[in-house]
């Protein structure tokens, strides 16, 4: 069976029983065959999607929520799945995902953890060198060479450096079209015609766009929108909309968390790679 999310035909390749840490919630897991995943409670409510590959395997690990209960379902439990998802309609009906859990697992960003601000108002910097080692780790290994930073090195002192040079050679304060500038001259520094891009206003719109992509995006948040940090650069990687209404990103916040839930409201502006 083929399920068709954002465009893209997904071929399912297992569906397996899962139990959640440490509630004990059971979940059916939809692992497509590029293992992105879809997971279902026992009401066929679709509670977490992790649209980039390679993923389901981070979700079952000692850190990860979930742990596998049963690894091949009966044939009874995958024809009432398969059900499930043609009724969910995600792509041809334009049916938004609601209270669940949208993106990529904290487990990818935990390498990411110590890269905290230092001083002053260099979470510009901070933030685009995760989005930046993600990038690396997961996306394209030569957006960076390697005299910068190695694939998967949890040292980021030479990448942090010649970042700031190009992006807050000041430390001053920045705006997105500031950090996405710096960004795209850094990268054209080292011979990639990679071009960030900026949004001004809101962060909704692009933020969940990029993450449904299975990709980060750098968040500017605000004090006057309510923001406990200020005025503050958060790398943003998964997403949650309640059908109330409610709206809140998971953020690597370069503060030390590397998974904090934080309302999108308080998001104003955004910074991206394509």
């Known amino acids: 069976m ?12 297992a569906m397996q029983s899962l139990v959640s840490k440490p509630e004990n919630q059971v979940g059916y ?14 009401t066929g409510s679709i509670i977490e999607y992790g649209p980039a590959s390679h993923s389901y395997p981070e979700i079952l690990t000692k850190e990860g929520r979930w742990k596998v209960d049963i690894a091949e379902l009966p044939r009874e439990k995958q024809a009432w799945l398969q059900s499930q998802m043609r009724a969910t309609s995600i792509e041809e009906k334009k049916i938004e995902l609601l ?3 949208i993106g990529l697992s904290e487990q990818r960003f935990l390498a990411y953890k110590k ?33 910068i930073r190695k694939k ?20 001053l304060p920045t705006v997105p079209f500031q950090v996405s500038t710096g960004i795209t001259a850094f990268l054209h520094a ?22 449904r992509q299975g990709k980060p995006v750098m968040v500017g948040i605000l004090k006057l929108l309510g923001s406990t940090y200020g005025n503050h650069w958060v790398t943003a990687y998964a ?32 910074v991206s790679l394509p």
């Open 2 to 13: 083929e399920v068709k999310i954002d465009g893209r035909l997904h071929r399912i390749a």
């Open 29 to 42: 897991a939809l692992v497509f065959d590029d293992q992105s995943y879809v997971i279902l409670d026992e």
């Open 99 to 101: 209270d669940c859990w």
């Open 115 to 147: 890269w905290q601000t230092t001083s002053g108002y260099l979470c510009g910097t901070y933030a685009a060198a995760v989005l930046l080692g993600y990038y690396q780790d997961y996306q394209n290994e030569a957006i960076l060479p390697s005299t």
């Open 152 to 171: 998967n090195s949890r040292d980021a002192t030479e990448l942090i450096q010649r970042l700031r040079e190009k992006i807050q050679p000041l430390g």
């Open 190 to 211: 080292y011979d990639q015609k990679v071009n960030a891009r900026s949004t001004m206003l809101g962060s909704w719109q692009r933020a969940t766009k990029r993450i």
């Open 239 to 270: 997403y949650f909309e309640s059908s109330s209404g409610e709206r809140f990103y998971k953020v690597h916040d370069n503060w030390g968390n590397h998974q904090r839930v934080i309302p999108a409201s308080w998001g104003n502006g955004t």
